[in-house]
């Protein structure tokens, strides 16, 4: 059920970080047009950076509840 779950917020998360990737290159072409000002592209690069942190953590705790199921179900490293 933790591995479903956290496969799922994964998911969600790559969708949010696709999102913020658009924004920010939305942003650097509305800058490059004179449209808005730097701070819009400021605002949109930290919003990125931001969602690539969280993709990175829904990543780890995805693969941490993968361990947890194969200890679950037995599975583990041999110690010598």
């Not at 779950?5 to 509305?30: G, P, V």
């Not at 808005?36 to 690539?52: G, I, K, M, N």
């Amino acid at each position: 059920m933790a591995y479903r779950k956290n496969h799922e917020f994964r998911s969600q998360q790559e969708l949010l970080t696709n999102s913020a990737q658009d924004t920010t290159r939305l942003a650097n072409m509305r800058y490059q047009g004179g449209v808005t000002s730097y701070l819009e592209v400021l605002d949109s690069d930290t919003r990125y950076f931001d969602a690539q942190i969280g993709l990175a953590q829904a990543e780890l705790n995805e693969r941490l509840a993968m361990v947890q199921l194969y200890n679950a179900l037995g599975g583990g490293w041999q110690q010598p």
